[in-house]
């Protein structure tokens, strides 16, 4: 458990680094890092496209559900649909997966849908969530309480007119 957590700060670390520093001429390709509070809460980290249509995020967090109770990963692909003009507020859906360590070792599929809010002026990012997984390994179940809301640090932020 304890060798997954340091594997997981050292890569969020090395991403953080390698963003920090980046320079970029155009809107998008941000990454942001923050806290996501709800059925798990702990580290999420979103890397968004170049053109801002779509999303990376990495959630690392501590799951509250009473049998799959333990630390968990979580890598999912986001399709981001504008809702407005500029761009600021985005539907949110996708897929990927999710790994909990906890007594045992669980594994499989999630889903996302939510919304996406992108601050103008303020590098911050946030968004509310909800994140259903169907646990294939390990046991057989379906996780259906875990929503969320995120609030995030735009690392490598851009002003826009």
């Keep these: 458990m304890k060798k997954v957590f340091v594997a997981f700060a050292t890569v969020l670390i090395c991403f953080i680094f390698t963003e920090t520093f980046a320079q970029r001429k155009n809107v998008g390709g941000e990454s942001a890092i923050g806290i996501r509070l709800g059925g798990s809460s702990g580290l999420t980290f979103k890397k968004y496209s170049a053109n801002a249509h779509s999303a990376f995020e990495f959630i690392g967090a501590w799951s509250f559900d009473d049998v799959l ?29 999710t790994a ?43 996780n259906a309480i ?16």
């Design 100 to 142: 909990i360590f906890g007594d045992k070792f669980y594994f499989g599929p999630s889903g996302i849908i939510g919304f996406d809010w992108r601050l103008k002026k303020v590098p911050v990012t946030m968004s509310v969530d909800w994140l259903p997984t169907w646990i294939i390994v390990g046991t057989s179940r379906f």
């Design 69 to 97: 109770d333990g630390f968990t990963i979580t890598g999912l692909w986001q399709k981001l649909a504008p809702l407005n003009a500029n761009g600021q507020l985005s539907a949110e859906f996708g897929f990927g997966a």
């Design 146 to 161: 875990n929503a969320g809301f995120s609030a995030r640090y735009i690392l490598n932020h851009r002003r826009t007119k």
